[in-house]
């Protein structure tokens, strides 16, 4: 594979290595394309790579039926597979696929778990993205219970936001009703509500956020305390 160098790298875990650390992984780091809605792990079977997100997202979602309701977010900020291989369960009962097509650097759980049990650096980091990860998915548990639609879009809106650059997310009125798990009608309608109070703007297949600030105001303390949480454990380490 072509030098993976850190100061070119957009994964925010990986930056925040020291140059020895960092050298522990790069031999096995492998570029790879993700498609847009390509399931990188698969419920209920070994996980055998993780990936180190550089652009694009990645949802993690129930798997039941069909249906499938987000519980969790990754982008260049954080692992796909980070709590299954922690925790050592191998499996997960979570789909996690593309939301958003773009670039990774995977890693072979073998050869990234002999890292981590061989420096506690690495270890200690990935436990704190874990808790990170832990934390996002409970916020979303407390948004789903006892929010509004437009307060629970609004804050998926920001998280989306987060980790994209510009102010355009590629959305789909159908996606996000699978991802919020409601019909597409409420979707449209929450859509058209932030619309027309000036938050967002719609555009076929996109999203533009106008104001984060007045999107901020309706997600009621959902949003932010991961946020918080992963500037506090990792980027102030």
Known sequence: MPLTQQSKLCNRLLRVLAPEDFAQLQPYLEPVSLQLREVVIAPDAPVEELF????????????????????????????????????????TPHVYFAQLSGEALSIGREAFCAAIRENPVLRRLLLRYV????????????AHASMSLEGRLARWLLMCHDRTDGDELVLTHEFLSMMLGVQRAGVTLAIQ??????????????????DRDRL???????????EAEYARLIEGA
């Open 52 to 91: 180190f997100i550089e652009t694009g997202m990645v949802s993690i979602s129930t798997a039941h039926d069909e249906r499938r309701i987000e519980v969790g977010l990754v982008g260049r900020e954080g692992l796909v597979g980070a709590v299954p291989v922690a925790l050592d369960g191998v499996t």
């Open 131 to 142: 808790h990170v990860q832990i934390v996002q998915i409970t916020q979303t548990a407390y």
């Open 193 to 210: 509500n932030l619309e027309g109070a000036g938050r967002i703007r719609a555009k076929r297949r996109r999203i533009e956020i106008l």
């Open 216 to 226: 901020l105001a309706l997600t009621n303390g959902s949003y932010g305390t991961p």
